[in-house]
């Protein structure tokens, strides 16, 4: 991954379509598992799985406690400048000459990004406070 951007909440990385395929063994069962399963093989390619629209999808490393109901410190989102944003989608948004990272609410004719931890403040979004949804998240990677 290439960092496009990168300042001390945010790093945004641009995807390497690598053409790495793993192996796949299809639905994991958290029951008895088949013995017949060990042998079930495929392969997958994460970048092509995750990445739709690789001229318009970043990926970016979560920065802050502003969203820790829906994130952890360093999860990995893949983010799609190309999907539509609206309400409850959860978007990379550029204001005030930063980006922030927050959950779309439209409320009627009103707008308001939306933290997930009650500590931070609700933002309305105003005509005066230059608002850009830069992109969607689309899917977070966790680390466990």
């Known amino acids: ?42 392969s997958i390619d994460l970048n092509k799985l995750l990445v739709k629209h690789p001229d318009a999808t970043f990926y970016a490393r979560v920065r802050g406690q502003s969203m820790t109901s829906d994130f952890h410190e ?16 959860i978007a990379l948004c ?14 009627g004719d009103k707008c308001f990004l939306v933290p997930s931890n009650n500590d931070f ?12 949804v830069w992109g969607i998240v689309t899917y977070s990677i966790k680390k466990h």
């Open 1 to 42: 991954m290439k960092s496009i951007y990168k300042k001390d909440r945010l790093e945004i990385f641009t995807p390497d379509i690598s053409g790495l395929e793993l192996p796949y063994v299809g639905g994991v069962v958290a029951g008895f598992p088949s013995p017949a399963d060990d042998f079930v093989y495929e």
């Open 74 to 89: 360093d999860d990995l989102l893949v983010i799609d400048r190309s999907v539509e944003w609206g309400d409850n989608k």
């Open 94 to 107: 550029y204001i005030e000459n930063e980006f922030t990272l927050k959950r779309l609410k439209i409320d």
């Open 121 to 132: 403040p609700l933002i309305e979004v105003k005509d005066d406070n230059d608002v850009i």
